[in-house]
Structures are given as C-alpha cells and as structure tokens.
C-alpha cells in the first residue's frame, strides 16, 4: 500500500506562485509514475503534469509553460512549481501514483493506482 500526501495549497493572487509537494510512502518509489491531477467546483478531474521514473515530464497545454513537476527520488516526493497563476488554476490539487510505471496513458487517471487526499489552491483575481 502506498500513502500519498499532498502540502503547499494556500491562497494566492493571481500572478502568484506555489509549490505543492507531495511525500509518498514506500521502497520503490522511484519505479512509480507520478502525476499531478486537479478538480474544480462542479468540474471533473482532470489531468495537470506527469513524470516518469527516468524523470520524463508532459502537461496539460492549459499549464506548459507555467507549471513545472519535478521528483526528489532520496526524499520520495514530487514537486509542483505553480507560477503565473491565474484564477482558473484554483482547484483541488491531488497527486497519484502508478506502481507499474508505464507512460503510454500517463496522462489519464484510471491509470493510477493511488491518490492523495488533495490540497487546495485557490487564486484571487
């Protein structure tokens, strides 16, 4: 069983920035895909950055060039670096895990085997 938690939400303005960590449980967790997923009020979950275990990134187009993941294999966590944000980014940030650490279907959430609780940012105009 693998634990995911999620820190670094908050309140920011837009044009503002955050970065969300995400700690994980385990021995191999070097072997996962990580991903970063959000959902908004009455909106369904939908897919933000990805990183492989050979530290391969994608994004969601809404984020490329914002938004940058990252992973800290010693300290077993993923990173989301938030910059530029603008009201539209305020959602519930949750990350996942994928044991079998593929990348065909990265960007899709029935991929992942694990999910954290969530954090939340929100972005004020």
């Known amino acids: 069983q693998v634990q995911l938690v999620e820190s670094g939400g908050g309140l920011v303005q837009a044009g503002g920035s955050l970065r969300l960590s995400c700690a994980a449980s385990g021995r191999t967790f070097s072997t996962y895909t990580m991903a970063w997923f959000r959902q908004a009020p009455g909106k369904e979950r939908e897919f933000v950055a990805t990183i492989s275990r050979g530290g391969s990134t994608a994004y969601a187009t809404s984020v490329k060039g914002r938004f940058t993941i990252s992973r800290d294999n010693a300290k077993n966590t993923v990173y989301l670096q938030m910059n530029s944000l603008k009201p539209e980014d305020t959602a519930l940030y949750y990350c996942?895990?994928?044991?079998?650490?593929?990348?065909?279907?990265?960007?899709?959430?029935?991929?992942?085997?694990?999910w954290g609780q969530g954090t939340q940012v929100t972005v004020s105009s």
């Open positions: 996942a895990a994928d044991r079998a650490g593929s990348w065909v279907m990265a960007m899709t959430a029935t991929t992942y085997d694990y």
